[in-house]
């Protein structure tokens, strides 16, 4: 088992508070705004693998695991708000927004998992000396920037929701099947000329597979944004 580095201690809500409960607009409001926040604690801790990784710094990778503790944590927190919120006497607009939210938080969860994956999978690259060709790696780098792309926009997209950023959003999550296609075609030809190991290979699949499924949860933010408040 990888070191997964040291614990956090900070508080981590920065925007809900019980005592907002009364007043459900302010509330819902708060609440996407520390959806938001969750969110850009999953991108950290994203970008801490992928970038500890091209960077060649492990322990940067390893500051992964503490930020998906934080996604977690946030996760239990804000379900918690939401479930105390949604008992309140709300119009139909704002249930269906916390049944959004709902939905959304469990996504971004999810990417912070992915997020965990690809650093366990780096960290163990590194115990092993296992490299990257040069291609696979400028492969990586360009799924790894696509897949950024999309999330940071979803996460725009919930705090301030645009039709413009939602088909943005779709039309790179297409990209990056593309590129998912070809990392696959690529890797195998790499296989067949022995540019590439075995070992290597089932890694970068792996890592390859993780971003294409944040970009995935990252459709699935903007689509339900786009059904929630009816875009």
Known sequence: MPDRGEEASVKLTKFIDERILETPTIAIKSVINETVNMGEVA???LTC?????????????????VYERDVNALETLITEFLVKLSSKDLLETDRRYIDGLFNN????????????????LIVQMDDKNIA????????????????????????????????????????????????????????????NSNICSTEAGIYYLEIVNNLERVSDLSCNLVRMVADTVEI
């Open 49 to 65: 693998a992928m970038d500890g990784y091209f960077e060649g710094q492990i322990e940067k990778v390893k500051k992964t695991f």
């Open 43 to 45: 991108l950290n801790s």
């Open 105 to 120: 938080i469990n996504d971004i969860e999810r990417v912070g998992d992915h997020a965990d994956n690809i650093a366990e």
């Open 132 to 191: 990257f060709s040069e291609g696979s790696k400028q492969a990586l780098l360009i799924m790894y920037n696509k897949t950024k792309e999309t999330y940071q926009k979803a996460l725009q997209v919930i705090d301030q929701p645009n039709v413009d950023l939602i088909k943005d959003v779709i039309k790179i999550e297409e990209e990056m099947d593309i590129l998912q296609k070809k990392a696959r075609h690529d890797h195998f030809e790499r296989l």
